[in-house]
C-alpha cells in the first residue's frame, strides 16, 4: 500500500494526478497486470476519470456547482461547506482501475483526477494493488 499527496491551489479545481499514479505504479509494478484501488482520505474533494481537454476542467466545476440546490444547510461545522460533502459522495472518494505490465489502462483521452472541492489543502490518496495474472 502506497499514499501519495496532492496539493492543491484553489477553492475548487480539477488536478490531473495520472502521472504521478503511472510513477508510482510502474516503480512498483512495473512487470505486473491487475487492479489499482484508490481512495482519498477526505469528505471535500473527489476521485473520477475525465477528458480534459482546455476548458473541460472549468466545464465539469460549472456543472457541479448547478447540481447543488442553494439550501439553508444543518452542517453543525460549518454550513457553508455542506456542498462540498454533498458533492464529495456524489462524485465518489474511490476508484479502480486496471494495470496492464505496470501500465493504467485507460481510455484515448481518459485521465485519473482529483476534484479538489474546498481547498486549497493537502490531500491524501491510498493506493492498493492486487495483482491478477
Known amino acids: 500500500?502506497?499514499?501519495?499527496?496532492?496539493?492543491?491551489?484553489?477553492k475548487r479545481e480539477i488536478v490531473d494526478i495520472t502521472k504521478q499514479l503511472e510513477a508510482i505504479l510502474w516503480k512498483q509494478y512495473g512487470d505486473k497486470t491487475g487492479v489499482c484501488?484508490?481512495?482519498l482520505l477526505h469528505t471535500t474533494a473527489a476521485l473520477t476519470t475525465a477528458d480534459l481537454d482546455p476548458g473541460t476542467d472549468l466545464d465539469m466545476l460549472d456543472a457541479f456547482e448547478h447540481l447543488i440546490p442553494k439550501l439553508e444547510y444543518r452542517h453543525p461545522h460549518n454550513?457553508?461547506?455542506?456542498?462540498?460533502?454533498?458533492?464529495?459522495?456524489?462524485?465518489?472518494?474511490?476508484?479502480?482501475?486496471?494495470?496492464?505490465?505496470?501500465?493504467?489502462?485507460?481510455g484515448t483521452w481518459q485521465r485519473v483526477v482529483l476534484i479538489e472541492l474546498d481547498g486549497p489543502r493537502e490531500?491524501?490518496?491510498v493506493l492498493a494493488f492486487v495483482e491478477t495474472a
Request: hydrophobic share 45%; aromatic share 0%.
Open 37 to 39: 484501488q484508490l481512495s
Open 1 to 10: 500500500m502506497h499514499r501519495l499527496t496532492i496539493k492543491t491551489h484553489k
Open 123 to 125: 490531500r491524501e490518496l
Open 79 to 106: 454550513p457553508a461547506h455542506a456542498p462540498d460533502h454533498i458533492l464529495s459522495a456524489l462524485i465518489g472518494t474511490s476508484l479502480t482501475l486496471m494495470l496492464d505490465r505496470g501500465l493504467l489502462l485507460l
